[in-house]
């Protein structure tokens, strides 16, 4: 695929969505950080659920600490992995407190430190919360960049490097959060919604179908 073609097809997505984020529900950094903690291998609508009734009661290190690890539970049970990922929120609540006055860092070196924190939750946090070009490659960035030809890889990581080496430097904040709507509700996993989408003429897939 070539830079026109990628210019044309982040134009169109830009143009449909001027001021695309995440479906996370967060008003601050920290919320933010916890949210995609919880999010990973659950959906962002379950997760939406359960901070609604955690953040007002907790939503900082220091009140999320005093629940302790089974307080947390309560409120994070309907979520998938939920035990591991209590433990892993106070322990991180109790590192940035150690180590960063109660602040989310916003450095990946100091973000993927935290427990529960790999390198597509620290690319997240480092984009939608302190405007940092990351690239968070999940499933649906994977796939839609591999199908579409944008920047085909073997690899999460190898997606990650190309998207951020060839998708023009204009669209680059935002084109994490446009490919992952893409991919969530047009270039879906197995009927990807070819007749409707508005970049069915610029994408390299060898195999569109009318699949509504």
Known sequence: MNKQKRTEIFTRLRDANPNPTTELNYSSPFELLIAVILSAQATDVGV????AKLYPVANTPEAILALGVDGLKEYIKTIGLFNSKAENVI?????????????VPDNREA????????????????????????????????????????????????????LVQLV????????????????????????????????????EFKDKRDYL
Not at 48 to 51: M, R
Not at 188 to 198: L, S, W, Y
């Open 91 to 103: 322990k991180t609540c109790r590192m940035l407190l150690e180590k960063h006055q109660g602040e």
């Open 168 to 203: 023009p430097k204009e669209f680059l904040l935002d084109a994490h959060h446009w490919l992952i709507l893409h991919g969530r509700y047009t270039c879906t996993a197995r009927k990807p919604k070819c007749g409707i989408c508005m970049i069915e003429d610029l994408c």
């Open 48 to 51: 939406n659920k359960a901070t």
């Open 111 to 162: 973000l993927e430190a935290l427990p529960g924190v790999g390198r597509k939750t620290a690319n997240v946090v480092l984009n939608t919360a302190f405007g940092q070009p990351a690239m968070a490659v999940d499933t649906h960035i994977f796939r839609v960049s591999n199908r579409t030809g944008i920047a085909p890889g073997k690899n999460v990581l190898e997606v990650e490097k190309r």
